[in-house]
């Protein structure tokens, strides 16, 4: 499975997660992220880079390095 399936998998989780939700902030939430994720599954693959590349950039300022 690649990277774009495996964010689709994840929003179809939050979307059956969303059905079941009692509150809805939750609900929103869940929601939210599932847009999210297809929105990244369908990125083009620069766009994909440039967020591990972000994503690295930001561990190392965490990390205090």
């Given at each position: ?38 929105d ?15 994503r690295?950039f ?8």
């Amino acid at each position: 499975m690649d990277r774009a399936d495996k964010l689709r998998t994840m929003a179809s989780e939050c979307l059956r997660l969303a059905r079941t939700a009692m509150e809805p902030a939750t609900r929103y939430t869940l929601l939210t992220m599932a847009q999210k994720l297809l929105d990244r599954a369908d990125a083009p693959s620069s766009d994909r880079h440039l967020d591990t590349a972000v994503r690295l950039f930001n561990d190392e300022q965490m990390s205090g390095h």
